[in-house]
């Protein structure tokens, strides 16, 4: 039986209960006591709440009665949720702990420079590598500017810490690739073959590198290929050497992509306009291709596959060291091949498989004479078939940490002849690896990885720990270090005539310091590396060479201070003796210089669409072999220091519906003298400087895309 | 009978509880979307307060798609005006996280892909260098896709005029554009009606704002 009153009272409830109120108020601030502002307050299940104000402080009224669920959330902080009585007046004070995402999440950093556009915390972007000056669009040029490489002209390779340019392994998607560069001339460097477009990051690691990859002494260059495009593109490029076309189409459903781009160089006119140091007598022609395919293939699943080719000839006739007033003739043909297949997928479970495969043959023709001289020219052959096959699982440890482990194998098909002399070898190579990335602590991590070894040729195996510690000193610094060993085999060409050698071997013990914030970056580092092993060519074939290397490196990178310009700089102390090949004891290599800076400078006018970049380059004088000194004086001689400026102008600008850039780019802008060393007669009577083909390289190119985007189309049916 | 009596009066009170909370819900969303358009809270501090709100109350009622659009809508003005390029990301992620839960119960919508396509141009404002080429298209095509859901929104046009506008000329900016934008988006502000009183209806202030810029 209800009273009325009981009726009017259910039909009221509502109101009642929305009459009551309470006043909930208090502070909040993070673990350090400092207070938050902006942060969302509220009754969990109603629209009562506030926002904090500058001081921390908090205060609203809520109907919400009994116990309630209060949560308190913040951008950067974990959303607190706490339960409380609401009744008489509460005070609350309250604690948000931040959240740890990538930004503020320590990572290994010791010996590595990584570009990257999808991480954070990198030092590069992928586009600082395109848009260094001097080195026209090379990667290997560019990263010469970074701490830790050599300024070194006459060959090709990143020479690092002490070691040769032979030292540093090129890996692309994980798989080592042989022959990273085009086939040149003794004593002039060679392009890589590879553009700095197909990457979507690129990591120089100056030492103390994952164990995911092997035999590299030194360093190695890792390269990630780029994922389906953000919509289809068309380009073209004209250069006053040559021209490109390139396609990259992306499927309605944006689920694949095929691209490829074929260029032709051809430097015959610009020889006949600029002056050579030789005189060219095959035309420098080259025709490069690539074409990829790309395919999601589930989700989390990614099938790439990548093929290039290239091939170029060229020809110079110089004068003659050996028989002075003859001229020397030195001719050279090259076809390449590179194929990659890559497929990445998610296992489930934390549980991720990365499975690749690549292929790649290169051939050489070369053809050397000295005319009316020697009673035959010199005829080379020479063939290299390289394959192998990767597989890498990793799997999720916890929030952070994680676990990979590997295998791969490599059979290499070495052919050369000189006239009628072979020298054939091939080599299995297979190595298994296993690295852990463990985070104590999200500021403090350890990568702790070793790697086995088997080659075939030198009927050897190997074990290589390696270990990194870093450790986050606050929000924007942390310190790193690392440790490893790394073999690798003696370089094709020794092994080609002599098999019963061993792995040479190098251990690196590295410490840096970074910080890195919004506009600056600072890096130092200190490194100690020993070579054990090194290959010995004199008085017989054996690994009894030894050497060292020592060093301090500092890298500054400002995006700020000036208006609209970017510059680094960045500095390396090295000191390094070896002995090795023909070596008679310990010195300072050839390749080696003591000091070496750069300076990369980007300026970018907004109100005219340029950009205009310098580099300069410096590095103290190196040594060279002069046969005309004692044993005891041996590499005693120095070339003279290096300056050189490089200097590039973009203009952005569109024409018609192309987003076009003109470039025009200058090598050593002053003329300086490049001396990178000496070669000698045999008689030590006469000497030739080793030098670029000529003071300066000009560059005139333009280059347009056309994204298919239907922007313009739309507006113009209005 | 009096037990029917009880019966009906119960269903009335809960009706009457449903209208209430219906009704708290419409005049606070009323009270909110008309700070929208005021200059006094289109600043870093009113954007966060206002998404805060927004925030609070889709997350109590859940089931409407309004508070949600209106909070990613903060959220991204917030990221925009944040001085702190480093947290400018984690603003944008929460204005995300929001713009998907009103899309999830909308469906596809054209006020929401202007909120997509506004999403994308904040990213590109914490490093335009290396963003550009990837967010710059996409917050273009979203303003098609925008388009096309409805061509009377008149917010594509301020969307789409406004991205002429901070574009450098050599990326396809022009000022003439713009102001050729912003004319049709006052055309269609004129006649455009919204859904509801609470439905989405900013813009018509800004736009004349920005019209004087580019005069």
């Not at chain 1, 395109?130 to 002209?153: E, R």
């Amino acid at each position: 039986m209800l009273k009325p009153f009981a009726i009017c009272f259910l039909i009221l409830l509502p109101i009642f209960l929305r009459a009551q109120s309470v006043t909930v108020k208090g502070k909040i601030t993070d673990a350090k006591k400092r207070p938050l502002a902006g942060v969302n307050i509220a009754i969990k299940g109603s629209y009562d709440g506030t926002t904090s104000a500058k001081d921390g402080s908090f205060s609203f009224t809520t109907s919400a009665t009994g116990e309630r669920i209060i949560t308190a959330s913040l951008t950067g902080f974990q959303t607190l949720e706490i339960k409380a009585e609401l009744g008489a007046l509460q005070d609350f004070n309250l604690v948000l702990k931040e959240t740890v995402n990538e930004l503020k999440m320590v990572t290994i950093s010791a010996g590595s420079f990584e570009a990257s556009d999808e991480k954070k915390n990198t030092m590069l972007k992928p586009l600082d590598i395109v848009t260094t000056a001097g080195a026209n669009g090379d990667i290997v040029s560019a990263l010469k500017t970074l701490p830790g490489a050599q300024q070194v002209g006459e060959k090709e390779g990143l020479f690092v810490r002490g070691g040769t340019g032979t030292e540093t392994q090129t890996f692309i998607d994980g798989m080592l690739v042989r022959n990273p560069f085009s086939t040149g001339m003794p004593d002039f460097a060679a392009r890589g073959r590879f553009s700095p477009f197909l990457f979507k990051g690129t990591t120089f690691s100056s030492g103390g590198y994952s164990s995911l990859y092997g035999q590299g002494l030194s360093s190695a260059l890792i390269l990630e290929s780029t994922d389906l495009p953000e919509r289809s593109s068309y380009s073209l490029g004209v250069m006053t050497i040559g021209g490109s076309v390139g396609v990259d189409k992306l499927s309605n459903d944006k689920k694949k992509a095929y691209g490829f781009e074929v260029d032709y160089a051809n430097l015959s006119p610009y020889f006949k306009l600029v002056k050579q140091k030789q005189e060219p007598v095959v035309a420098p022609q080259s025709l490069n291709f690539s074409t990829n395919y790309r395919l999601k293939t589930s989700k989390t699943g990614m099938l790439k596959l990548f093929v290039t080719g290239s091939w170029n000839k060229f020809g110079f006739l110089g004068e003659s060291l050996e028989y002075p007033g003859e001229k020397e003739e030195f001719r050279v043909e090259n076809k390449y091949i590179y194929t990659n297949v890559s497929w990445k997928e998610s296992l489930g479970n934390g549980w991720r498989i990365q499975l690749g495969s690549s292929f790649s043959t290169n051939r050489d023709k070369i053809y050397m004479d000295t005319i009316n001289k020697s009673p035959q020219p010199s005829r080379v052959n020479a063939r290299q078939d390289f394959s192998q096959f990767r597989a890498v699982l990793s799997k999720n440890l916890g929030k952070f940490s994680m676990l990979r482990v590997g295998s791969e194998f490599q059979y290499a098909d070495e052919r050369s002849a000189l006239n009628n002399m072979h020298a054939d070898y091939v080599d299995s190579y297979s190595a298994t690896f296993a690295e852990a990335d463990i985070y104590f602590t999200p500021r403090f991590v350890g990568r702790f990885g070793t790697r086995f070894e088997y080659t075939s040729v030198l009927k050897a195996a190997n074990i290589a720990p390696r270990a990194s510690l870093a450790y986050k000193l606050d929000a924007k610094s942390q310190v790193a270090f690392a440790y490893g060993e790394f073999y690798q085999k003696p370089e094709q060409q020794y092994l080609r005539f002599f098999r019963d050698l061993n792995y040479q071997r190098a251990t690196h013990y590295i410490a840096s310091y970074q910080r890195v914030t919004e506009f600056f970056t600072f890096r130092g580092e200190v490194f100690y590396k020993e070579y054990h092993d090194l290959l010995k060519t004199v008085p017989s074939f054996n690994n009894n060479g030894t050497g060292y290397a020592k060093g301090a490196e500092l890298f500054w990178r400002d995006r700020k201070s000036i208006k609209n310009v970017d510059y680094w700089v960045s500095y390396s102390y090295l000191d390094t003796k070896r002995d090795y090949l023909n070596y008679p004891y310990e010195v300072q290599p050839d390749f080696a210089a003591n000091h070496t800076a750069s300076l990369v400078y980007k300026h970018y006018i907004p109100s005219v669409q340029l950009n205009i970049g310098a580099t300069y380059t410096f590095a103290t004088g190196r040594p060279y072999y002069n046969p005309n000194r004692p044993r005891s004086e041996f590499m005693q001689d120095r070339t003279r220091t290096l300056n050189t400026l490089g200097l590039n102008v973009n203009y952005l600008t569109t024409i018609g519906k192309g987003f076009t850039v003109f470039v025009l780019s200058i090598t050593n802008v002053l003329g300086n003298d490049q001396e990178y060393g000496f070669r000698y007669s045999s008689d030590g009577l006469r000497r030739n400087m080793v030098g670029p083909m000529a003071p300066r390289f000009f560059f005139v190119g333009m280059f347009m895309s056309f994204g298919i985007d239907r922007r313009q189309e739309t507006i113009d049916r209005q | 009978m009096k037990r029917i009596l009880f019966s009906l009066m119960a269903v009335a009170g809960t009706i009457f509880t449903v209208q209430a909370q219906s009704d708290q819900y419409k005049s606070a969303m009323k009270q909110q979307v008309a700070l929208l358009d005021s200059n006094s809270t289109f600043t870093v501090g009113g954007m966060q307060q206002l998404a805060n709100t927004f925030e609070r109350i889709a997350e109590a009622e859940k089931t409407q798609w309004l508070p949600y659009y209106y909070a990613a809508y903060c959220r991204v003005n917030e990221a925009f005006m944040t001085e702190n390029k480093s947290k400018t990301d984690e603003i944008i992620d929460k204005s995300v996280l929001n713009i998907e839960k009103a899309q999830a119960l909308k469906g596809p919508d054209s006020e929401i892909s202007c909120i997509l396509s506004l999403i994308a141009s904040a990213r590109i404002g914490v490093d335009p260098m290396t963003r550009g080429m990837k967010y710059g298209p996409e917050s273009a095509e979203l303003l098609e896709t925008a388009q096309k859901q409805n061509p009377e929104n008149p917010r594509v046009f301020v969307l789409k005029g406004q991205s002429a506008m901070y574009t450098p000329e050599a990326f396809g900016g022009s000022k003439t554009r713009a102001k050729e934008m912003f004319d049709i988006a006052l055309k269609k502000f004129a006649t455009f009606k919204p859904e509801s009183d609470i439905a989405p209806n900013w813009g018509e202030g800004y736009v004349k704002e920005l019209i004087k810029q580019v005069q």
